[in-house]
């Protein structure tokens, strides 16, 4: 069993940057998996954010994080980071990380198999 942990949340002010964290608990690598990004803001659906292929070239970004955010893995694919630049007030929301075994772009939640508990993101003043 997969379980993912995020971590790297927290208060950021309108145009900061915030690095995001993704590494499965019990250390195991995340390179047999698509990895996504995911967030939900209070009463929203949970959307799409980004995703990064298994071969840790090809990413893929709703048109709402381009050019702002960048997914990448990191450390041998034990780690995936979502970096956020220029944050807006609309990014505000819980921030998930998921794994799927779906070959071709995972872009709904449907297409992950296993997901973290989330990590609150708030960019105010």
Not at 2 to 7: D, F, P, R, T, Y
Not at 26 to 33: M, V
Not at 83 to 112: H, I, N, R
Request: glycine share 8%; net charge negative; charged share 20%.
């Amino acid at each position: 069993q997969v379980q993912l942990v995020e971590s790297g949340g927290g208060l950021v002010r309108p145009g900061g940057y915030l690095r995001l964290s993704c590494a499965e608990s019990d250390g195991w690598r995340l390179n047999s998996y698509q990895m996504g990004w995911f967030r939900q803001a209070p009463g929203k659906e949970r959307e799409f954010v980004a995703a990064i292929a298994l071969n840790s070239v090809a990413t893929y970004y709703a048109d709402s994080v381009k050019p702002r955010f960048t997914i990448s893995r990191e450390n041998a694919d034990y780690t995936v980071l979502l970096q956020m630049f220029d944050a807006k007030p609309e990014d505000t929301a819980v921030y998930y990380c998921a794994a799927s075994t779906m070959t071709g772009w995972a872009l709904s939640p449907y297409d992950y198999d296993y997901w973290g508990r989330g990590t609150q993101v708030t960019v105010s003043w």
